[in-house]
């Protein structure tokens, strides 16, 4: 596929939030032991695809129309993911639909087994409850920003009186 069959991309600003898409896609992508790394991109729902993937840039591309679906958007990074690998195998020309489909299905269940697999593990430390994700800062969960810290964290901690010198009076 070229940049011409590629929908128009969304600003990242309108990316859905909290989507599990990145993190199924890296998933699937060392699974299948492909090359680089796979990113995900969205576009507007355009009533012809829900995904594609651009070999050039090792690029999935989803519709927000799968956002509030998770398994739907799991369903078609396994069908995008056989893709690529029909790629990264030298069947790119070949592209099988059909195969495709039943990988999206086949990945639905793998992407299940690998959370409960990370449920167990979480379970089983003792350390938390659940696993968790860490957002990136800036996050909404994060403090807020403090133009004063230095001056705060400097008052509270004790200070060893400077040495006079004669040229100091």
């Given at each position: 596929m070229s940049d011409r069959d590629l929908p128009v991309a969304l600003p990242i600003a309108q990316w859905p939030r909290h989507s599990i898409a990145q993190a199924a896609l890296t998933f699937g992508w060392k699974r299948a032991r492909l090359p680089g790394t796979g990113i995900v991109e969205w576009f507007r729902p355009d009533g012809k695809r829900l995904g594609q993937f651009d070999e050039e840039k090792n690029e999935v591309w989803l519709s927000t129309e799968l956002a509030d679906n998770?398994?739907?958007?799991?369903?078609?990074?396994g069908h995008e993911l056989e893709h690529a690998v029909e790629h990264h195998h030298g069947h790119g020309a070949l592209f099988d639909e059909k195969r495709a489909q039943l990988a999206g299905d086949r990945f639905v269940k793998l992407w299940d087994e690998h959370i409960a697999d990370l449920h167990a593990k979480v379970a089983a430390s003792g350390v938390?409850?659940?696993?968790?994700?860490?957002?990136?800062a800036g996050s909404a969960f994060d403090a807020g920003l403090d133009d004063h810290a230095f001056q705060t964290?400097?008052?509270r901690q004790p200070h060893a009186r400077r040495?006079?010198?004669?040229?100091d009076e």
């Open positions: 998770e398994t739907e958007v799991l369903r078609t990074i938390a409850r659940e696993p968790f994700q860490r957002f990136f964290v400097e008052a040495p006079r010198y004669a040229y």
